[in-house]
């Protein structure tokens, strides 16, 4: 999650004028009590709990890929690729994209991370001009294009681009692109205005900790709120041209603390990069967290990682429909809008299908289907929940259960949603690509 290393305040805060600013919708700061977020964790227990396995037929598979991650070829990351392979591993990721900041010293296509490494395909790229950009070779002039001119330039030798950040963009309007996030991690962050505040505090910190240690994954999912600008846009952008909605995970694993014990009873304070922070006193850090009385110095006596890779990567994920694990094959798959966005945190959603039949038979997400041959869209999902249909943004069906089908009455880019009830919170679970009736 980028751009959260904000400047520190200092220990004593201001965390009575924040708490009492609180007003209106319920935000993180709200979510992330330790019995909210125990909660939380037994909604997503029972999910596992119930969650049935679906077989894929057919000659595609599904490989759940992470778009929008960084290592330490970017700036504002330190993250070692043997260390953000193995977390997607354990988060049940198959490929990694990769989006470096680009810089003078290295050259993100053919120096960045690329092929099979313990299993998990790795795919070069950059986060440049407001989009996540896979060229296919390198593109020595980037930093001097034009947006609209990279996107065309990436197209032309055979690379991906995606609008990403689109809160920042919402009135872009771009041919050639491969599509939009549809999600973003950081963007859904950046909304908690009180946990931007509250992170400054190295007070509140070392409070909430007790809840990241009990319930790391939850404790993330605290900032989630539903993607509703983005998706508005997203129904804007298909209606001009076909676009593949992706997740951006903004992976950076960069927003921390750190306590190390120095000499003459001081502590040094930095953030999750190593930056030194400030120096204080132990016994002004002792008041609020406790350092062994057998401490060294040089030993780290306090760490607090608010974004772990594993996290990170597990929170939401871009499933994609492909023949194989390889670069093209997931890139076809991209392309061609075969793919759909799931909250993994919640549920694993492996299995989920959106597709439409007619008498020619069966059509994948991304596919182009005529109203004259009678489609019936149809979805099934390793658990039931609430099933929302939009054609063109608007809500025009809705449903309940593992499965629904339905006859759609009028052209459009038809897209579904599944709904859970997460600890009495409506929240999306699956946002698909849309099927586009003609």
Same mark, same amino acid.
């Given at each position: 999650?980028?751009?959260?290393?904000?400047?520190?305040?200092?220990?004593?805060?201001?965390?009575?004028?924040?708490?009492?600013?609180?007003?209106?919708?319920?935000?993180?700061?709200?979510?992330?009590?330790?019995?909210?977020?125990?909660?939380?964790?037994?909604?997503?227990?029972?999910?596992?709990?119930?969650?049935? =396995?679906?077989?894929?037929?057919?000659?595609?598979?599904?490989?759940?890929?992470?778009?929008?991650?960084?290592?330490? @070829?970017?700036?504002?990351?330190?993250?070692?690729?043997?260390?953000?392979?193995?977390?997607?591993?354990?988060?049940?990721?198959?490929?990694?994209?990769?989006?470096?900041?680009?810089?003078?010293? &290295?050259?993100?296509?053919?120096?960045?991370?690329?092929?099979?490494?313990?299993?998990?395909?790795?795919?070069?790229?950059?986060?440049?001009?407001?989009?996540?950009?896979?060229?296919?070779?390198?593109?020595?002039?980037?930093?001097?294009?034009?947006?609209?001119?990279?996107?065309?330039?990436?197209?032309?030798?055979?690379?991906?681009?995606?609008?990403?950040?689109?809160?920042?963009?919402?009135?872009?309007?771009?041919?050639?692109?491969?599509?939009?996030?549809?999600?973003?991690?950081?963007?859904?962050?950046?909304?908690?205005?009180?946990?931007?505040?509250?992170?400054?505090?190295?007070?509140?910190?070392?409070?909430?900790?007790?809840?990241?240690?009990?319930? +790391?994954?939850?404790?993330?999912?605290?900032?989630?709120?539903?993607?509703?600008?983005?998706?508005?846009?997203?129904?804007?952008?298909?209606?001009? &041209? =076909?676009?593949?909605?992706?997740?951006?995970?903004?992976?950076?694993?960069?927003?921390?603390?750190?306590?190390?014990?120095?000499?003459?009873?001081?502590?040094?304070?930095?953030?999750?990069?190593?930056?030194?922070?400030?120096?204080?006193?132990?016994?002004?850090?002792?008041?609020?967290? =406790?350092?062994?009385?057998?401490?060294?110095?040089?030993?780290?006596?306090?760490?607090?990682?608010?974004?772990?890779?594993?996290?990170?990567?597990?929170?939401?994920?871009?499933?994609?429909?492909?023949?194989?694990?390889?670069?093209?094959?997931?890139?076809?798959?991209?392309?061609?809008?075969?793919?759909?966005?799931?909250?993994?945190?919640?549920?694993?959603?492996?299995?989920?299908?959106?597709?439409?039949?007619?008498?020619?038979?069966?059509?994948?997400?991304?596919?182009?289907?005529?109203?004259?041959?009678?489609?019936?869209?149809?979805?099934?999902? +390793?658990?039931?929940?609430?099933?929302?249909? @939009?054609?063109?943004?608007?809500?025009?069906?809705?449903?309940?259960?593992?499965?629904?089908?339905?006859?759609?009455?009028?052209?459009?880019?038809?897209?579904?949603?599944?709904?859970?009830?997460?600890?009495?919170?409506?929240?999306?679970?699956?946002?698909?690509?849309?099927?586009?009736?003609?």
């Amino acid at each position: 999650m980028a751009g959260s290393r904000v400047g520190w305040g200092g220990i004593v805060a201001f965390v009575g004028a924040i708490v009492a600013g609180s007003v209106g919708a319920e935000d993180a700061i709200d979510r992330l009590t330790l019995a909210k977020v125990a909660a939380v964790h037994e909604a997503v227990e029972a999910f596992a709990a119930a969650r049935k =396995p679906l077989e894929r037929g057919g000659d595609l598979h599904e490989y759940r890929c992470n778009l929008h991650v960084h290592s330490a @070829f970017s700036h504002d990351s330190r993250g070692k690729i043997e260390s953000i392979v193995a977390a997607a591993k354990r988060a049940g990721t198959d490929a990694l994209l990769f989006t470096e900041h680009p810089a003078a010293h &290295y050259d993100f296509v053919t120096d960045g991370h690329t092929g099979l490494v313990d299993g998990v395909l790795l795919v070069p790229g950059a986060e440049t001009k407001g989009m996540l950009v896979y060229p296919r070779r390198t593109v020595p002039e980037h930093d001097a294009l034009e947006a609209q001119d990279l996107v065309r330039r990436v197209r032309a030798g055979d690379g991906m681009t995606f609008l990403c950040h689109l809160e920042e963009r919402m009135d872009w309007n771009l041919d050639s692109l491969t599509g939009s996030e549809i999600y973003n991690t950081h963007a859904d962050a950046k909304e908690e205005t009180r946990l931007y505040a509250m992170m400054k505090n190295p007070l509140w910190l070392v409070q909430v900790k007790k809840v990241l240690d009990a319930y +790391p994954q939850e404790s993330l999912a605290a900032i989630f709120d539903p993607p509703s600008d983005y998706m508005k846009r997203f129904d804007e952008l298909c209606a001009v &041209y =076909p676009h593949t909605g992706v997740s951006g995970n903004d992976a950076h694993e960069n927003v921390g603390l750190r306590i190390t014990l120095l000499e003459g009873d001081k502590v040094r304070m930095t953030d999750a990069l190593d930056e030194e922070l400030t120096v204080l006193d132990r016994a002004v850090v002792a008041a609020f967290t =406790p350092i062994p009385a057998d401490a060294q110095p040089g030993d780290l006596v306090f760490k607090l990682q608010l974004d772990p890779y594993e996290q990170s990567l597990r929170h939401v994920g871009t499933h994609v429909l492909a023949t194989e694990l390889s670069r093209d094959a997931i890139q076809e798959g991209l392309v061609k809008g075969r793919a759909f966005v799931a909250f993994d945190w919640i549920a694993d959603a492996r299995g989920f299908d959106f597709q439409a039949e007619d008498g020619n038979g069966r059509h994948e997400m991304g596919s182009h289907v005529a109203l004259s041959e009678s489609p019936v869209l149809r979805g099934r999902a +390793p658990l039931p929940g609430h099933w929302k249909v @939009f054609n063109r943004g608007e809500l025009v069906h809705e449903a309940d259960g593992a499965t629904f089908e339905w006859a759609p009455a009028a052209p459009g880019n038809h897209r579904v949603e599944l709904w859970l009830d997460v600890a009495d919170r409506p929240l999306p679970w699956v946002l698909a690509n849309p099927i586009y009736i003609e």
